[in-house]
Nanobody, 116 residues
Framework: QVQLVESGGGLVQAGGSLRLSCAAS????????MGWYRQAPGKQRELVAT???????NYEDSVKGRFTISRDNAKNTVDLQMNSLKPEDTAVYYC??????????WGQGTQVTVSS
């Protein structure tokens, strides 16, 4: 079964940037849409960005203009470039398939902490 490993998180000041990377142990080429999710303490996981095999992207309103999702099917990776970070972005970030397809088992995620 496919394993997902997220990396790139850290502690940054408001206004800073981070680039997150998701490495899948198996092919993502057949997955129509991949996404980045985040979960803050006491809250449900939310989908923040998606990207299709054709390169179409969608973003949750709160991150539009600040986050950019990308995928490399040859490397089985999905990245999330995060700019102009805000304290409200603090969460554990996960990658997985998106849409109506079944989610793969969740990875451990990567912690993003934005200080004010």
């Amino acid at each position: 079964q496919v394993q997902l490993v997220e990396s790139g998180g850290g502690l940054v000041q408001a206004g800073g940037s981070l680039r997150l990377s998701c490495a899948a142990s198996g092919s993502i080429r057949s997955i129509y849409a991949m996404g980045w999710y985040r979960q803050a303490p006491g809250k449900q996981r939310e989908l923040v960005a998606t990207i299709t095999n054709g390169g179409s992207t969608n973003y949750e309103d709160s991150v539009k203009g600040r986050f950019t999702i990308s995928r490399d099917n040859a490397k089985n990776t999905v990245d999330l470039q995060m700019n102009s970070l805000k304290p409200e972005d603090t969460a554990v970030y996960y990658c997985n398939s998106a849409g109506f397809s079944t989610r793969w088992p969740w990875g451990q995620g990567t912690q993003v902490t934005v200080s004010s």
